[in-house]
């Protein structure tokens, strides 16, 4: 794309947080990053127990700021799992933050890296799947005694989604 457009940007950020949340420009000799924080958002990057980690070490991105979505529709337990007000980390006071679930770390340029998910969800043509949910469904199934889905990319930009059931 650098060698077809005057300008490539690398925008992430889920929908719970009204979309972009940070923002990066793709320069073809430098690895691809997520860049930093836009305007009225604050990105953290947190172990376990919701403590900042240092700069190179992985946790798990949240996002907080003006953007963070109120919850999810009807559904108050996953809205608790979610979206939380911290009380305190670091300098941040009382701010409502979104767990991403997306693994991240601080670059030593202040450029924040993705490092894919901590669970089993994937995204395939914008919509989120949860991998465990429809391995859950098919093993409800007469028949099927374990399975496992998944995304393959036998040709490249053609992903698909696909599940191998086995019995015995």
Same mark, same amino acid.
């Given at each position: #794309?650098?060698?077809?457009?005057?300008?490539?940007?690398?925008?992430?950020?889920? %929908?719970?947080?009204?979309?972009?949340?940070?923002?990066?420009?793709?320069?073809?000799?430098?690895?691809?990053? #997520? *860049? *930093?924080?836009?305007?009225? %958002?604050?990105?953290?990057?947190?172990?376990?127990?919701?403590?900042?980690?240092?700069?190179?070490?992985?946790?798990?991105?949240?996002?907080? $700021? /003006?953007?963070? !979505? $109120?919850?999810?529709? @009807?559904?108050?337990?996953?809205?608790?799992?979610?979206?939380?007000?911290?009380? /305190?980390?670091? %300098?941040?006071?009382?701010? +409502?933050?979104? @767990?991403?679930? =997306?693994?991240?770390?601080?670059?030593? =340029?202040?450029?924040?890296?993705?490092?894919?998910?901590?669970?089993?969800?994937? /995204?395939? @043509? $914008?919509?989120?799947?949860?991998?465990?949910?429809?391995? !859950?469904? #098919?093993?409800?199934?007469?028949?099927?005694? +374990?399975?496992?889905?998944?995304?393959?990319?036998?040709?490249?930009?053609?992903? +698909?989604?696909?599940?191998? #059931?086995?019995?015995?």
């Amino acid at each position: #794309l650098s060698q077809r457009c005057a300008e490539v940007w690398n925008m992430y950020g889920p %929908t719970e947080t009204t979309v972009w949340s940070s923002c990066w420009r793709v320069r073809p000799d430098e690895p691809v990053s #997520l *860049g *930093g924080a836009i305007d009225n %958002t604050q990105i953290l990057v947190l172990d376990d127990g919701g403590r900042p980690v240092p700069e190179g070490a992985w946790g798990e991105i949240w996002i907080g $700021g /003006k953007g963070v !979505a $109120g919850g999810y529709w @009807r559904q108050p337990e996953l809205t608790a799992q979610r979206f939380r007000t911290l009380e /305190k980390v670091g %300098t941040i006071l009382g701010m +409502r933050c979104y @767990r991403t679930g =997306d693994r991240g770390r601080w670059r030593h =340029d202040g450029s924040l890296e993705h490092g894919g998910r901590l669970d089993n969800q994937i /995204k395939l @043509r $914008g919509f989120r799947i949860e991998l465990g949910e429809i391995q !859950a469904c #098919l093993e409800r199934q007469a028949g099927v005694q +374990r399975c496992v889905a998944m995304i393959r990319e036998d040709s490249p930009g053609d992903q +698909r989604l696909v599940a191998y #059931l086995g019995s015995d």
